[in-house]
């Protein structure tokens, strides 16, 4: 019997285990999705059946560099204590090392890319969660190739940052690369801002400049203004340079006679709405389950 990408995908859903497993497992039964799950939890392969709905949003951001390549990882965990564990740091670091060495940047290539034990990082993820008893997931991947220098920095493993930088020396490159790190530029000049962001920036300086009932051409020059400071607020070479601000990243990189190519900056966490737990409330719960038990 032949099988398909869409009865892999909803047996993965079902039983939380790798692609991979999921499809023996369907050939092995025949098509049968019933047979293939619960042979998947005789195997220990859906242990992560139940955490496929969690939400993984701590972890840990690894960067893994080679000459002119660098990659950042995001994996992510349940919690913050299991993204200390030395199994899950260990398997993250691993992780970016395979990924550099594959050149895949698709997490949903993960599959094809081996570990050193010959599993694929899919399977590996399965396995990790089925131990530590949370969800694990790789999130997202970025990679940077340039013919300058790379510069890496990572903060606490929660926040890591890759450059591209033309020019200029190591040093520079990595201070660049711990400013975006702290900074949060949303690009590098003000020729990279998207125009909907700007648009929206425009419309409400506008608005609110309006409401001060000054005139049109005072209003205008209000708007200018505001712009103006919001653009150098976002832009890495118009913020103030982390390490010394009283000169701006732009002339920084200037005085070097270099140039920034590229960045890519990742925060464990950002964009994923985490749950919010009243502990009292999950207490009294499980003791209210108890008692029915």
């Known amino acids: 019997m032949s099988i398909s990408a869409s009865m892999v995908k909803e047996l993965r859903e079902r039983t939380g285990a790798g692609m991979m497993d999921c499809k023996n497992a369907l050939v092995e039964a025949n098509g049968d999705a019933d047979v293939a799950a619960e042979n998947l939890r005789k195997a220990g392969q859906a242990k992560a059946d139940k955490r496929s709905s969690r939400i993984a949003a701590e972890g840990r951001v690894v960067i893994e560099a ?36 594959s050149g895949v940047t698709d997490v949903s290539s993960l599959a094809d890319v081996n570990l050193a034990d010959g599993r694929n990082i899919e399977a590996a993820c399965t396995d990790l969660a089925a131990k530590l008893g949370e969800k694990i997931s790789v999130r997202r991947i970025a990679e940077i190739t340039c013919d300058g220098l790379i510069g890496a920095y990572t903060h606490g493993a929660r926040i890591g940052a890759i450059v591209a930088v033309d020019g200029g020396d190591e040093v520079l490159a990595r201070d660049i690369a711990m400013h975006v790190a702290a900074s949060n530029p949303t690009c ?45 607020e976002i832009t890495l070479l118009g913020q103030p340079f982390v390490k010394d601000p009283d000169i701006t990243v732009g002339k920084l990189v200037k005085s070097a006679d270099a140039s920034v190519k590229a960045f890519v900056r990742f925060e464990v966490g950002e964009g994923i709405e985490k749950k919010q737990e009243n502990f009292a409330d999950e207490v009294m719960k499980k003791i209210e389950d108890a008692k029915k038990g």
């Open 66 to 101: 080679d000459g002119n390549r660098a990659v950042v990882v995001e994996i992510n965990s349940e919690t913050d204590f299991v993204a200390k564990d030395e199994n899950f740091v260990e398997f993250t670091e691993t992780v970016a090392a395979a990924v550099l060495n």
């Open 188 to 232: 590098i000049d003000e020729a990279g801002v998207p125009a909907d962001v700007l648009e929206r920036e425009y419309r409400i300086l506008t608005e609110q400049a309006e409401s001060s009932g000054k005139p049109a051409e005072i209003v205008e020059k209000m708007v200018t203004g505001r712009i103006a400071k919001f653009l150098k």
